[in-house]
């Protein structure tokens, strides 16, 4: 995507031609590009980066319709990545999470960044930019593999919930149960539609397996609207409890603090050192940077939620529903 500096224009229409990253000239040899683009997660651990664009393309935008494999250390290829939250976090007992899953997200800047032609892929081709996400099963397949990330996601924080109600004796209360059954039924619903995007892929004449696109876009659409809902109750179900915990691990070594983290830290089944390992690992999952930086992602990481529900509204077999009211409207004009 380009940066979000004017999106009420066009990429050719910008106040400078290479704010948004695009062809500024052509040789013989290849092609140079200059501006940005956003965002590559774990960009700074990669070997090379592909570049093109999915954000919609107009007449005029064809120096912008490109795509190229660029090695990360070409001249004039330079990575900004976001300060790495394990920097100030990096403890794992008191971070579990962010000390150790981390995941860097880079802005990209191209300064005259010469592209040999070999690894130029498309050329200033509105229509093959654009196809090549939705011709190919390319946006499938990396939204299928975000989805598998999802649900696993979804089910480590169930699995934390649950440990956390066993432990503060809350498992038992039918509210309790009442709010994870709602929780647990969200969750089965993305397992089940990542199940449904495999079980109900097709291969086309070609070869190329195609993940069931209603199932996956069916959960995509609504992904923003889960995620802020199970965080909220899982903040709800654990109250002020992560807000309580001690400054760091070292309070249950010193001799001074020790005997009050023991005695007031607990729980009912389990020790200090159990009870606040675990309510830092949910504290990491949701409260802090990458608590919420994990939040952020999971609601935008497919776009902007009106074009995810675009893509469901292209995906959905609108055809199949319709017939279905035509037969009925048929059969009540026969009688």
């Not at 299928?144 to 934390?160: C, D, I, S, V």
């Amino acid at each position: 995507m380009p940066p979000q500096i004017d999106r009420s224009k066009p990429a050719h229409q910008q106040s400078d031609p290479t704010l948004y990253a695009g062809v500024v000239k052509e040789r013989d040899d290849g092609i140079v590009l200059s501006g940005a683009q956003q965002l590559a997660s774990a960009g700074v651990l990669s070997d090379y980066v592909y570049v093109s664009c999915i954000h919609p393309l107009r007449p005029g935008d064809e120096n912008y319709a490109f795509g190229v494999a660029i090695p990360v250390n070409a001249p004039g290829m330079r990575l900004y990545p976001r300060r790495p939250y394990a920097l100030n976090n990096g403890d794992p007992n008191d971070y579990p999470l962010s000390s150790r899953f981390d995941e860097t997200d880079c802005f990209v800047v191209l300064d005259n960044v010469f592209v040999p032609w070999e690894k130029v892929f498309i050329y200033r081709n509105l229509e093959v930019c654009r196809d090549q996400w939705w011709k190919t099963p390319s946006h499938a397949y990396g939204n299928l593999q975000a989805q598998a990330r999802y649900a696993t996601k979804l089910r480590f924080m169930m699995g934390l919930l649950k440990r956390m109600n066993e432990m503060t004796g809350n498992d038992a209360h039918p509210q309790v149960q009442q709010q994870m059954g709602e929780m647990a039924a969200i969750v089965a619903m993305v397992e089940g539609m990542l199940e449904a995007q495999e079980t109900q892929a097709t291969i086309d004449a070609k070869g190329v397996v195609w993940p069931h696109k209603p199932s996956l876009y069916a959960i995509m659409a609504l992904q923003s609207e889960f995620n802020p809902r199970l965080v909220s109750m899982m903040r709800e179900l654990t109250g002020a409890a992560m807000i309580t915990l001690p400054s760091s691990h070292r309070d249950l070594e010193s001799p001074l603090t020790a005997p009050d983290m023991e005695r007031f830290m607990r729980s009912s089944n389990a020790d200090a050192a159990s009870r606040i390992a675990l309510m830092r690992m949910a504290w990491d999952f949701i409260g802090t940077e990458f608590g919420n930086r994990s939040q952020q992602y999971e609601m935008f990481y497919g776009g902007a939620s009106f074009l995810v529900k675009q893509n469901m509204y292209r995906a959905f077999d609108f055809g199949r529903a319709t017939a279905m009211v035509d037969d009925a409207l048929a059969l009540c004009r026969s009688n």
